[in-house]
């Protein structure tokens, strides 16, 4: 998540939440948003070692705008 934090405003991303998600968990969430805002990114860290020994995920959705023919 920190390579995330750093990375992306490089790439010419604009990071608009960087906190944790609304889920019980609390899990790490970063959202950011494409220069041009046609993209958008839902980063979330599901720590699982605190459960157990599973691996960590990391859950990314990625949006765009919808655009239809005139």
């Known amino acids: ?3 995330l934090r ?3 405003p490089v790439k010419g991303w604009k990071v608009v939440k960087d906190g944790v998600d609304d889920s019980p968990a609390k899990s790490p969430q970063i ?3 494409s220069k041009g805002e046609e993209y958008a990114v839902d980063v ?3 720590d699982e070692r605190k459960y157990g020994d ?3 995920l990391i859950e990314v959705t990625v949006q ?3 655009y239809r023919a005139k």
């Open 6 to 8: 750093d990375e992306l």
């Open 64 to 66: 765009s705008s919808c």
């Open 54 to 56: 599973d691996p960590s």
């Open 1 to 3: 998540m920190e390579r």
């Open 44 to 46: 979330r860290l599901l």
């Open 31 to 33: 959202v950011a948003e």
